[in-house]
């Protein structure tokens, strides 16, 4: 090959390219969710673009396999803002993250505002009040420095409570999802990917990333099994 000034010059540009793409890939898009404002949309829309979804997550938003996460029910704003990360990449999901690149703002609202107007999951058996996994959703554990899961889940994993009276500076509660009937193994796997570091898109991820830095497997299982059940 023979070099010429314009070689020259179009090498290191191209060097330069390659590399930013190279970090983009290694350093994906943060979602920060800490003034997210709860959203709205129109839920007879988003019924009319939830056929695809159903295929996963159900016809009625109970997912067909436990796999899958439970979609019905959930905070609109939760909804929303999972798959503004899916479609942003801030959240990797192989099959998700194609999906959601097809919709735009408007879609994703009004799918949010559909599932969330779908009666939760209805569990057949209450969970033990007194288990692992009660102790560590609301008490937490502190020896371990694991906080209780009620601070931002609600005491009945159904969603947080805000503080309506307080002038304090007050968190998203509204992107903070439903745990309440969740599916078993779908909770599990996001706790591991917590953990190991594979899911932290968002700012609402780094803070669970911290919080299951200190579970075991053992306490994982134990927390998604008794979420499930409320």
């Known amino acids: 090959m023979i070099f010429t000034t314009r070689t020259a010059i179009l090498f290191p540009l191209a060097w330069a390219a390659m590399a930013a793409g190279m970090v983009l890939a290694a350093n994906p898009p943060f979602d920060d969710l800490r003034k997210q404002a709860p959203i709205h949309g129109d839920a007879v829309a988003g019924a009319s673009k939830a056929a695809t979804c159903a295929a996963c997550h159900g016809a009625k938003g109970i997912a067909v396999a436990p796999n899958f996460p439970n ?10 803002v999972q798959l503004r990360a899916f479609r942003g990449g801030a959240r990797v999901n192989p099959v ?11 879609d994703m609202r009004n799918l949010a505002a559909h599932f969330a107007l779908l009666p939760g999951k209805a569990v057949s ?24 899961c009620q601070g931002c889940h609600g005491i009945d994993g159904r969603g947080p409570r805000p503080d309506r009276t307080s002038t304090a500076p007050q968190p998203a509660w509204s992107s903070f999802p439903v745990l309440a009937g969740q599916n078993a193994p779908y909770v599990l796997t996001q706790l591991k990917a917590f ?7 968002t700012s609402n991820d780094k803070v669970m990333q911290g919080v299951a830095h200190d579970l ?12 499930s059940r409320l």
């Open 71 to 80: 979609l019905a029910g959930q905070s609109a704003t939760y909804l929303y």
């Open 195 to 201: 953990r190991d570091g594979t899911r932290i898109g």
């Open 96 to 106: 998700m993250q194609p999906l959601a690149k097809t919709l735009t703002d408007h």
């Open 216 to 227: 075991t497997i053992a306490d994982m299982r134990a927390l998604a099994g008794y979420v």
């Open 125 to 148: 058996r209450a969970a033990q009040a007194s288990s692992r996994g009660s102790i560590l959703f609301h008490d937490g554990d502190a020896a371990l420095g694991v906080p209780p």
